[in-house]
């Protein structure tokens, strides 16, 4: 196998830049009260942490002062105040005023700049749109899937990607790459792609009864085009999965699966979600083999057996300002 190096974007899109969306920043748990949480995505440096009532924040990482990165030195968060480092200016992070400046008046007019926030599916989301509006659709509830036991979450896959962004997503609706990249033994069908208020519902055709497959039920939820909830049903288990995508810059994104499994008792879960993490893991890493290197194809040479890749491209345009 040849020794490849990704060329840079500007080789590989005709058009760079990153679609509105929610886009994951932080796992709930990695955020606790009166702490700040660095981090660096969408071409910004960011803080997540959260106010006095526990509800996270996302915000600028710089001091609209002088600069100074609020999480340096001993920058910190009072109770849901944001105290800069360098001068001791206070933001309250819920709305970004200044509060309080300890040897003059306050200066009305300089503000931290925070961005919208939601708290979902144990993950931390920010909001983010290329021309500066608000948010216009709410990111989907695992908590909608069934639910009859409770959910155990049981393998976190992390990888680092310098695939197109707009192709991400779009590999799971190229169908023949399942049996030619996978060596899958049959080419999966989609029953349904359904526009939602948070995106779109896709399901997938139930496996011939003949194939003697548990499965019974698969289907993806997209939370725009940066997220994606799955939920399986099987004979006697149930599974359920959260990827987000999230840019750290323009030659690079975070892809993160979170996978868990209906409680079925501890020795059955280990079994069945290593299982699937397996799978899941080997289809991820022999797909970035591919997409790391790629380039975005704006008109693809399709063919019969492609899978509605354009179907899909259709609704992704919405979300590209």
């Not at 590999?171 to 349904?192: C, E, Y």
Request: hydrophobic content about 35%; aromatic content about 12%.
């Amino acid at each position: 196998m040849v020794n490849l190096t990704a060329s840079a974007m500007k080789y590989r899109e005709s058009e760079i830049g990153f679609p509105k969306g929610w886009y994951c920043v932080a796992e709930s748990e990695q955020v606790l009260a009166n702490t700040i949480f660095p981090a660096t995505y969408l071409d910004k440096d960011i803080i997540v942490y959260r106010d006095s009532e526990g509800r996270a924040c996302v915000a600028d990482a710089y001091c609209p002062h002088l600069g100074a990165h609020l999480a340096s030195h001993d920058g910190r968060n009072d109770n849901g105040t944001i105290v800069c480092p360098f001068h001791k200016w206070a933001f309250d992070g819920q709305t970004g005023r200044c509060k309080s400046i300890p040897y003059t008046h306050i200066v009305p007019s300089v503000s931290l700049t925070v961005h919208p926030t939601r708290e979902v599916n144990d993950t931390i989301l920010m909001w983010y749109s290329p021309v500066g509006a608000a948010p216009d659709f709410e990111p989907f509830d695992m908590a909608t899937f069934p639910a009859p036991k409770p959910w155990i979450r049981v393998v976190t896959k992390d990888f680092e990607s310098t695939a197109p962004y707009r192709d991400l997503f779009e590999n799971l609706f190229d169908t023949a790459h399942v049996q030619q990249l996978h060596n899958a033994h049959m080419v999966p069908g989609i029953a349904s792609m359904e526009r939602t208020s948070y995106g779109m519902r896709v399901v997938l055709d139930p496996p011939d009864p003949n194939e003697n497959s548990p499965m019974r039920h698969l289907e993806n939820n997209f939370t725009g085009t940066t997220l994606c909830s799955r939920y399986i049903e099987g004979i006697g288990f149930a599974l359920k999965s959260l990827t987000s995508a999230t840019p750290i810059d323009t030659e690079r994104f975070n892809f993160k699966t979170r996978i868990y499994v209906q409680d079925m008792g501890a020795e059955r879960n280990r079994i069945v979600g290593k299982q699937f993490a397996e799978n899941v893991g080997r289809e991820i890493e022999q797909d970035f083999e591919v997409l790391n290197f790629k380039r975005h194809m704006d008109r693809p040479n399709l063919c019969a057996g492609d899978g509605p890749i354009m179907k899909f491209r259709r609704f992704q345009s919405e979300y590209y300002s």
